[in-house]
């Protein structure tokens, strides 16, 4: 942890989540998803479309966006806004590889008014 | 691009006729298809590279689709891409508005037992699962259980033998049977064990859509077989072999592919008319529409007339087999996948704090 400041903690390694893939870790009632691209990338955003509350974890990944598996929208990884001609943007968090360990920054994680 | 083709297409290269897959290609699927033959394109990432794919790794249209063309045409060499499944694909299960998953064991033909029953409740219990619902195709579904418990519920089901009803692939889905002459006064013929045979010659087959069979034990037509896509209505003389129907978005009467004499030339001529399907169909079309596409004298020439092109599809079809017939839910309950059933980690954050 010695760069990472102490917002920041360990919540995995690049190895637990298939490139294209994402998993899921768990708040409270929080969910959040954690993608990890083709090129290795790893992104955070809320586990719940903007659309109807889809779990975006479980969709297909490709390039920098990933496809709700409830009714295809396809949200970026980077910002969370709805592609296309859809509105709607779910909430991003700040995730960082150090070597093989993903570290999230739980500065607005643990703010739950954002969440409701 | 254009002069590759030209030269692997022939005259049936029209490019201003094409509708292209998605937004990352030119290419049709039919053209996609062509190509993954002649150019023996074995891998996702090859396909793309060799038809100059627009995109780095495609799109949540063309990578399913992708897939199962490989899956279909390569059945021993293709290792199945995951990542470019559906979720319902990927975990087995179908995935509900609210993000929990159903649970359809097989009943082949329909048909189930005490002890099959016994078990359903008692894991209906057991999990605490909220609705449980006969379905539209003769099988149990059961509706609400939690992502995580998806192995746990699986493994309690094959105690008694339950495999996966696949009731969320694209591919073979359910074989639809009334009681036949084992039960009804009606019956010309054992519709009950020829749906199960099918049922079990067929099952785990990938297929473009969707697949719903039916036998009905004569032609009062109890279990629907007229608007399935596959339908067989049993008669004194033997069998009527329909397909083409559909009872959904569209409603369609079945088209007559023949007649045949005996139980193994029911199962000849409807694998070799569904693996004629698989290997023509676009992904996501069903067989009423691959049909009205190819034309319905052509499949009923190839299948019906012409006894060598029948017999390859055939063959073909149970080469695929050999690979297609593992049951997901045993080899997840097993371990497979775990990374798919499990939460990464749990932050109990304010816990903590
Ligand atoms: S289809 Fe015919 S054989 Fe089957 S249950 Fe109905 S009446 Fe009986
Ligand atoms: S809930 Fe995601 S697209 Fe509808």
Redesign the pocket.
Known sequence: MNVLSANWIAVGRLSDIPRRGARRIQNGSLTIAVFRTANDEVYAIEDKCPHKKGPLSQGIVHGNCVSCPLHNWVISLEDGKAQGADEGTVRSFNVKLDGEDIHLNVLNVSDERKSA | MEQLLAVELGDSYKPNAITAVCGCTDLGHDEVRRLIKAKELKTIPRVMQALEWKTSCGCAKCRPALNYYLVCDWPDEYEDDYQSRFIYERVHANIQKDGTYSVVPRMWGGITSAIELRKIADVVEKFDIPTVKVTGGQRIDMLGVQKEDLPAVWADLGEVGFVSGHAYAKGLRTVKT????D??????QD?TGLGVRIEKFMWGSWTPAKVKMAV????????EATCKDVGVI?VDSGYELHFAGAAGLDIKGTEVLGHVKTEDEVIEHVVALTQMYREQGHYLERIYKWAKRIGVDEIRRQIMENGEARQGYFSRFIFSQKYAQVDPWSERVSGKDKHEFIPMSDLKLEAAE
């Open positions: 009334c009681v036949g002459s039960w009804c006064r009606f019956g010309t519709s009905s034990g004569c032609p009062r037509n109890c279990s049993c």
